[in-house]
């Protein structure tokens, strides 16, 4: 039996030895960049010629990897790859299955700081924010094999006279594992470990501006000796490739995280029976947010301006929980704008493969694009720009952290999601009306409550519509097994991920009764009769 499950612990980059060993690993990611990398299907690694390039977001002429796009018959190819190994796959123990990803888990902490180098190259995370995502990712390999054999164990039925009934949970069948780039290493590993070690198989695709990271989790999973064909890897654009894997009448499931709209329209496209279909679509998906940190008048106000900036500007804000609207009661609305603008001031926007560097660039040109759009609508719709509004896309994709002051409720900026570093301030009369303004949304992922008074925290649990409510805290930084994640109404299916419920989205239960002594009567019978 495996040891109680404990989360993997920072870094401490403090640490001369931690801090070497970065920049070591930072400097053998670099002696491999621009390489050329396969799709792999049923463990047979293929080269089309057509190609994709990912890039370093810090550095827009830096090819981080090159690699060939799948054709729409190569996706339907993976999706019958992955159903022919669901076929031997499902039948592998749970123990086994398991143990598999204890070794992963064990492969990736030797190779920690490695693989959070390759996420400072390919989405410009800092440090402390790629060894959390490697952090949780190894989170999630030992939560989950835990987990496993926890729903492999006998399951508890009411007993009834008679009858020997058993509960048994058995996996689904193909999947269609579509993660983010914002959590390449993290989201991706999560949703496909929980397929495999359910039993499913699965075609992956990671984003396109995520690839190279996802690719070399697949390789520690053949490593770690995960037969050909139970993940298919294989990249390409959603529209060419991705629905077919959606559509294609094996797939079983999609797990999806990402946006609002690829994820309504994944839910769409999922809901339609296609011929030779023997199943109604599971979708698990995790979409976005609009995320509402509330400041009441009694509260600390220097935890709360750190909480702000820390929830609204850790990787850019490009994190689905991060903090992007601050409603703050009037009474101490000015003070807390000087201490948000104070703070922000202090981070240092930079190249990540700096230490020093709090904040780098952005995703890509789209993005940067979108998100100093939604600055310049936020201005005329009568923001003020507190801090920041600046950018430079030249050498990378970067925008300061800026803070925007007197956003109205109902403005572009405080309602739609803009997944960049810019914080909407709103202005509350009081409590009532900023929980007013903090459900006003079709989100409700993450937010957060600073107050000293336990009535108004004990009013937020009840009617703060949120799936991961943080009291006294920022809002960001879910741990595996400590705060499951997932959200409400326009979020996704409030999936759990990092919960106790969470494989049950990859599982189906089976009910076996059989009749306590008939077996014994009809070999019996059978015997008298010979």
């Known amino acids: 039996m495996p040891t109680e499950f404990l989360n993997e612990p920072f870094t401490d980059f403090s640490k001369e030895e931690n801090a070497q060993a970065m920049r070591d690993a930072i400097a053998k990611v670099r002696e491999q960049l621009g390489r050329e990398y396969p799709l792999v299907i049923g463990g047979e690694r293929i080269e089309t010629g057509s190609k994709l390039d990912s890039i370093n977001p810090s550095n827009r002429t830096q090819v981080v990897g090159s690699f060939h796009k799948a054709t729409?018959?190569?996706?339907?190819?993976?999706?019958?790859k992955a159903a022919e190994a669901f076929e031997t796959w499902k039948h592998t123990p749970a123990e086994e299955r398991a143990e598999l990803l204890f070794r992963v888990a064990a492969i990736m902490r030797e190779r920690k700081h490695e693989l959070s180098a390759w996420m400072i190259h390919e989405v410009a995370k800092t440090w402390p924010e790629a060894d959390g995502d490697t952090a949780e990712a190894i989170d999630f390999c030992e939560f989950y094999g835990r987990e496993m054999l926890r729903y492999a164990d006998k399951q508890p039925l009411v007993s009834v006279k008679g009858e020997d009934n058993e509960l048994d949970y058995i996996p689904l069948g193909v999947g269609a594992v579509i993660p983010p780039w914002n959590f390449p290493l993290a989201i991706m590993a999560g949703m496909t470990v929980a397929s495999v070690v359910t039993g499913n198989t699965v075609?992956?695709?990671?984003?396109s501006d995520a690839p190279t990271i996802a690719f070399k989790f697949f390789e520690i999973l053949e490593e770690a000796g995960l037969p050909p064909g139970v993940v298919n890897f294989m990249t390409g654009s959603g529209a060419e490739v991705g629905d077919v894997v959606v559509d294609h009448p094996k797939t079983r499931y999609v797990a999806f995280t990402g946006s609002k709209e690829i994820g309504l329209r994944i839910n769409e496209r999922a809901a339609k029976v296609h011929d030779g279909q023997l199943w109604i679509k599971r979708v698990v998906a995790e979409m976005g947010g609009k995320d509402a940190i509330i400041v009441a008048e009694d509260a600390d106000l220097d935890e709360a301006a750190t909480g702000v900036v820390q929830s609204a500007f850790g990787f850019q804000g490009q994190k689905c929980s991060a903090c992007s609207r601050a409603i703050i009661d009037e009474r101490i609305y000015d003070t807390m704008l000087d201490k948000i603008a104070e703070r922000t001031a202090k981070i240092k926007l930079a190249d990540p493969s700096?230490?020093?560097?709090?904040?780098?660039?952005?995703?890509?040109?789209?993005?940067f694009k979108t998100i100093n759009s939604y600055i310049e609508k936020g201005k005329s719709e009568g923001g003020r720009v507190l801090i920041g509004g600046g950018s430079d896309g030249e050498q990378g994709f970067f925008i300061e952290p800026t803070v925007i002051a007197d956003v109205k409720p109902g403005d572009t900026i405080e309602q739609e999601e803009i997944f960049g570093p810019v914080l909407a301030v709103i202005k509350a009369q009081n409590y009532d009306n900023a929980l007013e303004i903090a459900n006003d949304t079709q989100f409700g992922l993450t937010g957060a409550v600073y107050s000293q008074d336990e009535a108004k925290l004990e009013r937020a649990r009840k009617e703060f519509h949120v799936g991961n409510l943080y009291l006294n805290r920022k809002c960001t930084g879910a741990l595996v097994g400590v705060h499951p994640f997932g959200g409400f109404n326009m979020s996704g299916t409030d999936s759990k991920a990092g919960g106790r419920d969470y494989l049950l989205l990859f599982l189906q239960a089976k009910v076996s009764s059989e009749r306590v002594g008939a077996t014994t009567r009809r070999v019996a019978e059978a015997t008298a009769t010979d």
């Open 72 to 80: 729409k018959e190569l996706a339907n190819q993976a999706v019958e």
């Open 203 to 207: 075609v992956l695709k990671p984003s």
């Open 354 to 367: 700096d230490p020093a560097t709090n904040m780098s660039a952005v995703i890509n040109e789209k993005a």
